[in-house]
């Protein structure tokens, strides 16, 4: 469609208000921009921290849908069409009838399109500036942490250069005092065996001399290992002060590092608490100005711009286009999509049903004897006791009602004159074509069809079968007098113009022909004529009564045709064709 405004009718308010009308739909729009754009922040950010958590890729994708969705919703829907609608309606007083539930239902959208927009304005400005906001400046522990480690690595080696100088020179004393304890108990083993030699050379005893050599030999190897534990002693007190002194030195660094580390902690959460304090000042001042002085000012705005048209006299005027009728372009497009796709679909349907080869006719029974319960009254009988002297014994039985004239004779005669075949194809053929006409006259066009094929592919196989034509003329031409024949438009049998030339069935004149055969029974049927109730003799009887002048078969040809019915007149004129 396509929308106009009319000239104003109210020229001196239009012109007073002419710029501020102007300056109003411009600045609606200013507002309406800053609006939208803390309303797909909310959107985008909501959709995305809804889904980047699966998919960071399909986040984005949906944080972008999400924020032209709800811009589109609040700032279009809303301000743009629900409030001007709103307006309208109450300053035109539409608070009756129809008009009254479109008022109601405008003010109830408006209402819930500008709250989503306040919402969504407030909450999308802080999460804005929390996106914005730079990150405060953190002072590194690294320094510390290098110094620190330098220290100790320092006091490390120093303990360890310490140590080993202590206990080297430890070691030189006890090696010293070792070697001179053994010089000294040498000595006095070798007085121990000078004594001990000279007592077996000279035969005198030196018992007391070679005791007091090995007294003071274990004298002097107590005094070494005195000596030695108390350097041992001493040596482990001094690496003992070495530790403790060690140990002293790290503690004090660890305690000046966490000094450190505690200061620039304090340095950094300071930072970040006046970055925050900084932040949340700005959220509040930005939540405020959009979330609710640019909504309200584009309410105001809006309002007063339909004041302003509205006291002006313009008015709104809608010119139809062809395309306001039509159902949409994606149900159309579905539309042509889905008959397309039906079209296709039943088009090969249609060809695999077309390749499908008619099934073979079943072969049908052979003559039955004297079993009439297997066929009731539908039937025609030819009686034991009106056959031929040669004939008795030989009952047979037809289930066909329009064969009413066959010759009974022996079982090889019959067998070699009638055609088995061929009575099953009839049957076929009066059963489609009769179906076929039923679901023609049900308005049921695609089995009609299916059924019409079915009869003529049995029709070409009849016609061939006796020796006549089968085409494509000839099968619809056949197919027709059936149905002209069973909806009782023409009493000529067709089959029996076939029969007739094929010898299938004798002449009326045999007297076998002229027998009596059992009375066939059928259910009772409406007169065509007078619409009486009778009980018809013939499968095809269409009157209840055929004799005398005034009889309901008279009277209806007299009444389709103009003139009364003459008998010979009608058989000379079937002949003559």
């Not at 279009?76 to 109601?104: H, Y």
């Not at 909450?123 to 620190?148: C, R, Y």
């Not at 074509?433 to 679901?439: K, M």
Request: charged share 25%.
């Amino acid at each position: 469609m396509q929308i106009y405004s009319t000239l104003p009718k109210k020229k001196d308010f239009y012109s007073f208000y002419a710029k501020f009308g102007r300056g109003i739909a411009a600045g609606v729009i200013a507002l309406q921009i800053i609006s939208g754009m803390t309303e797909g922040a909310a959107g985008y950010l909501f959709m995305y921290d809804s889904i980047s958590f699966f998919n960071k890729t399909l986040g984005t994708a949906a944080g972008i849908l999400g924020a032209i969705a709800i811009v589109l919703a609040v700032e279009i829907a809303g301000i743009r069409f629900f409030l001007p609608l709103s307006v309208r309606s109450v300053l035109n007083k539409k608070f009756s009838g129809l008009e009254a539930w479109m008022t109601a239902f405008a003010m109830a959208g408006t209402i819930c399109l500008l709250s989503l927009s306040g919402i969504a304005s407030w909450n999308g400005a802080k999460l804005a500036v929390d996106v914005f906001t730079p990150d405060p400046v953190q002072e590194s522990t690294i320094k510390a942490d290098s110094i620190h480690s330098a220290k100790i690595k320092a006091l490390s080696n120093s303990f360890a250069s310490d140590s080993l100088t202590i206990a080297r020179q430890y070691d030189k004393l006890v090696q010293a005092e070792i070697n001179a304890f053994t010089a000294k108990i040498k000595a006095a083993k070798a007085d121990q065996k000078r004594y001990e030699a000279k007592e077996r050379i000279t035969g005198n005893s030196f018992v007391s001399r070679i005791e007091a050599a090995k007294v003071k030999a274990a004298e002097l190897e107590g005094l070494r290992s005195e000596k030695v534990a108390a350097l041992e002693s001493e040596k482990a007190q001094q690496l003992t002060i070495l530790g403790s002194r060690k140990k002293r030195t790290a503690d004090s660094l660890q305690n000046l590092y966490a000094n450190d580390l505690a200061t620039i902690d304090f340095n950094n959460s300071a930072a970040i608490e006046e970055i925050e304090q900084a932040a949340n000042k700005r959220k509040n001042n930005l939540a405020i100005f959009a979330g609710i002085a640019c909504l309200l000012l584009s309410v105001v705005g809006v309002t007063m711009k339909e004041i302003y048209l509205h006291g002006s006299g313009i008015q709104e005027e809608v010119e139809p286009t062809e395309w306001d009728y039509r159902k949409g372009i994606v149900f159309e497009t579905f539309q042509a999509w889905n008959h397309r796709f039906k079209t296709w679909a039943y088009g090969l349907i249609d060809q695999y049903n077309d390749r499908t080869k008619t099934a073979s006719l079943p072969t049908l029974r052979p003559i039955v004897y004297d079993r009439s319960e297997l066929y009731g009254d539908n039937v025609i009988k030819i009686k034991r006791e009106d056959l031929e002297e040669g004939d008795r014994g030989q009952v047979l039985f037809i289930s066909n009602p329009i064969l009413t004239q066959v010759k009974a004779h022996q079982v090889n005669k019959i067998q070699s004159n009638v055609d088995q075949d061929l009575l099953g194809m009839e049957e076929k053929i009066l059963n489609y074509v009769q179906v076929a006409t039923d679901f023609q006259k049900s308005n049921v066009k695609p089995q009609a069809k299916a059924y019409q094929l079915k009869a003529d592919e049995v029709i070409r196989l009849y016609l061939e079968r006796t020796g006549g034509s089968s085409t494509k003329k000839e099968v619809a031409d056949f197919r027709k007098r059936i149905t002209d024949y069973l909806d009782g438009r023409t009493t000529q049998n067709p089959f029996v113009e076939i029969r007739r030339k094929i010898g299938f069935i004798v002449d009326h004149n045999n007297p076998v022909s002229n027998r009596p055969v059992k009375e066939k029974h059928f259910d009772s049927r409406a007169c065509d004529h007078c619409g009486q109730m009778y009980e018809p003799k013939t499968w095809n009887q269409r009157f209840c009564s055929n004799k005398g002048e005034d009889n309901c078969k008279t009277a209806w040809h007299e009444k389709q045709h103009g003139q009364k019915f003459n008998p010979k007149q009608y058989h000379r004129s079937k002949r003559n064709k």
